[in-house]
């Protein structure tokens, strides 16, 4: 059963959310907010799953891009569900071809969201005990995933800080 905290913590992050789609027993809902769209999974963290902490994924576009931040969080929530395995913080998961068409993004990053305080990343229990760590999906275009692998990914979180690309656009492209 899913912590009844979790509907409240993404509402007040995310904005008010709707139910979209589902993926076995892990709801997909749609969250919006005047900067953005996200679709996050309700219900994740009550899956058994490999995980340091139970997790819920999270990913943020542009307004007018819903579906690709759908597709993103459903298949990586069908990853995480086939191979019994949750995500963690800095890891790249590459495609090795554009994930969604007519766009470069070729891969995600998992990390903390990059347009929201802190107080996302995690839902506490009242005895501090972590609820549900949120995973957000950054979807990568293809440069950004090459300069990871020749540099490494704490030199690409740099490289992201330093340039400041519009990472909620997934019709950026990168060098």
Do not use: K
């Not at 892990?26 to 769209?37: A, Q, Y």
């Not at 579906?67 to 949750?86: C, F, H, K, S, W």
């Not at 949120?134 to 440069?143: E, K, S, V």
């Amino acid at each position: 059963m899913t912590d009844p905290r979790l509907e409240d913590h993404l509402t007040r992050h995310l904005g008010i959310g709707v139910l979209d789609t589902r993926v076995g027993d892990v709801e997909i809902w749609r969250h919006e907010r005047p900067e953005f769209v996200s679709f996050a999974t309700h219900g994740l963290s009550a899956v058994p799953i490999l995980a340091i902490c139970p997790q819920e994924l999270v990913a943020s576009v542009r307004h007018g891009q819903d579906g690709a931040a759908r597709y993103l969080v459903q298949l990586t929530l069908e990853l995480v569900i086939g191979n019994d395995r949750g995500v963690v913080n800095n890891e790249i998961i590459p495609n090795g071809q554009p994930l969604l068409a007519r766009t470069d993004i070729s891969g995600i990053l998992v990390g903390p969201h990059p347009y929201l305080e802190e107080s996302f990343e995690a839902i506490f229990d009242d005895n501090r005990r972590a609820v549900a760590e949120m995973m957000t999906l950054i979807p990568l275009a293809t440069p950004e995933i090459a300069h990871a692998d020749s540099r490494g990914v704490d030199a690409l979180i740099d490289l992201l800080e330093d340039t400041n690309p519009p990472l909620l656009d997934v019709t950026r492209s990168s060098n």
